[in-house]
């Protein structure tokens, strides 16, 4: 009986996505062809461009601020370099993130979390890449239920299953999606489709958020098992078409308006 409703369930929102058309298409980092990733302008251009979401990484300051940057020290991004954990938020803010990518960003800021959360309009989504450790999950928490968006526009993905799994426990009825990459050696993939699967059950993780490179027997055992399947980090339409017809929820890319314009044609 429960087996039966089970599976009643999984065809259930199986079919709801079928009838979505085309997979969500997510701007990484926002639209970060175009603009400097992880930054306001990189966002705002994200909706422009007709994202169904954006994705942005976020670390924790000194003074247990989140903000928006991918890696742990600004080396990359600003003359300056600091460490993110090691520095306060207004100490960040001094920061010039954009002009690496253009003269015409310069003075752009490190955003914080609730300032991204503030670009996102009614009906689009947000994956929050947690960057860190579960440290940050308490103040993650705070900052989603002091902004106005509604429990099923936010997603949190992450590569470390023990930030999944606290922020599951946390806050149950929120979307926790775990993150890995795909290699094969000796003919063999790694992680393992049983290692997925069991990541995924321990973890309480509502789905898999994989590279794109993800076996297609693999990615249709994760659907088959009650989960959902997401992808990243795709910048052309052949592979977006391929992942597409594999029944993906959403394909992440740095060209949001490229993929989308290209899988509605």
């Known amino acids: 009986m429960v087996i039966g409703r089970g599976i009643f369930l999984l065809l259930t929102l199986f079919a709801g996505h079928l009838v979505l058309g085309k997979p969500l298409i997510v701007a990484h980092r926002g639209a970060s062809f175009d603009a400097p990733e992880n930054t306001l302008p990189a966002f705002e251009l994200a909706w422009e461009q007709g994202a169904d979401a954006i994705e942005g990484d976020f670390l924790l300051t000194i003074d247990n601020q989140i903000v928006c940057i991918h890696d742990k020290t600004t080396k990359r991004l600003a003359e300056q370099n600091l460490v993110v954990a090691e520095s306060t938020l207004e100490q960040l803010k001094t920061l010039d993130v954009g002009s690496w990518k253009n003269k015409k960003y310069a003075g752009t800021q490190i955003p914080t ?84 699967i069991g990541t995924l059950q321990a973890c309480k993780a509502d789905g898999l958020d994989s590279h794109h490179s993800i076996p297609p027997e693999f990615s249709k055992a994760v659907l088959a098992a009650g989960f959902e399947w997401h992808a990243w980090t795709i910048n052309d ?18 060209r949001p308006k490229l993929i989308g314009s290209g899988l509605s044609k």
């Open 113 to 196: 979390i609730s300032e991204v959360f503030a670009t996102v309009p009614k009906g689009k989504n947000f994956f929050v890449e947690v960057k860190c450790g579960p440290e940050i999950i308490p103040y993650l928490i705070k900052e989603i239920k002091k902004s106005d968006l509604k429990m099923d526009q936010v997603r949190l993905i992450c590569f470390n299953k023990e930030v999944i799994k606290v922020f599951k426990e946390t806050v149950p009825d929120y979307k926790a999606f775990w993150l890995t990459g795909f290699k094969k050696k000796n003919g063999l993939w790694k992680p393992t489709l049983e290692e997925v």
């Open 237 to 254: 339409v052949i592979t977006a078409k391929g992942l597409a017809k594999r029944n993906i929820y959403s394909i992440t890319t740095d």
